[in-house]
């Protein structure tokens, strides 16, 4: 495919994407969960997840912290309550790209991954996220040693203002402070969540029964 205006089928872009990526993650200790996605688990609670997300005809290089006492919101209208306790199903709770704090920049070097250049641009960008921007990924995921550690990188996210436009952070740093037995701190972080959530009370109340539980069973943190 030499068309540089050609747009890279899935099929492709999932070769590509095994052959730059699937080397280094394995290395790293991390099983490939689907495609573009990539997963490690080292402690109780938590996975390590590096993924490629599709993005408007781009491929844009996502790492972060998917945690098993952590629900979702799943469904536009069905607004249903699940989890995302597998390697299959994990998802970034706590997250990073190289788009900036809230994708609002400086853009980092390998940020993103064009599908719509052909092949050879394609793969060139691949190894050029690898190369320049995965190290930097792996390093973040590498400096949590333990549950204890993620309370920094979640207070470092609160103290920005725009907090709240990410709800699933504000949801996991809530139920993440129930889980380490801080119960006070965690109900003032629930409780503006609710506060500003768009969802239904029906959601709202089933999500409060999973937060209870937490709060009650908090987990020994090392």
């Not at 709800?167 to 139920?175: K, T």
């Amino acid at each position: 495919m030499n068309d540089a205006s050609a747009f890279c089928s899935p099929p492709l872009v999932d070769l590509v994407v095994a052959n730059s990526f699937d080397l280094p993650l394995t290395e790293a200790g991390f099983a490939k969960a689907s495609a573009r996605k990539y997963v490690r688990k080292r402690f109780i609670g938590a996975r390590d997840v590096v993924k490629l997300h599709s993005d408007r005809g781009s491929l844009i290089l996502v790492w972060g912290f998917s945690f098993d006492f952590v629900p979702h919101i799943a469904g536009r209208f069905t607004e249903t309550v699940r989890w995302h306790r597998t390697d299959k199903s994990a998802s970034t709770d706590l997250g990073y790209s190289g788009l900036g704090r809230f994708c609002s920049g400086p853009r980092e070097p390998g940020a993103t991954i064009e599908l719509w250049r052909g092949e050879s641009r394609l793969r060139q960008e691949a190894e050029f996220a690898k190369d320049q921007l995965l190290p930097r990924a792996l390093a973040k995921l590498d400096s949590v040693r333990s549950l204890r550690d993620f309370r920094c990188l979640f207070e470092f996210e609160a103290r920005e203002k725009y907090f709240y436009n990410l709800p699933q952070v504000g949801l996991a740093y809530a139920f993440y402070l129930a889980k380490i037995g801080d119960e006070v701190e965690a109900r003032r972080y629930m409780s503006e969540w609710l506060k500003r959530s768009h969802h239904r009370e029906e959601t709202q109340k089933t999500l409060a029964r999973p937060f209870e539980e937490a709060a009650a069973s908090p987990l020994t943190v090392q």
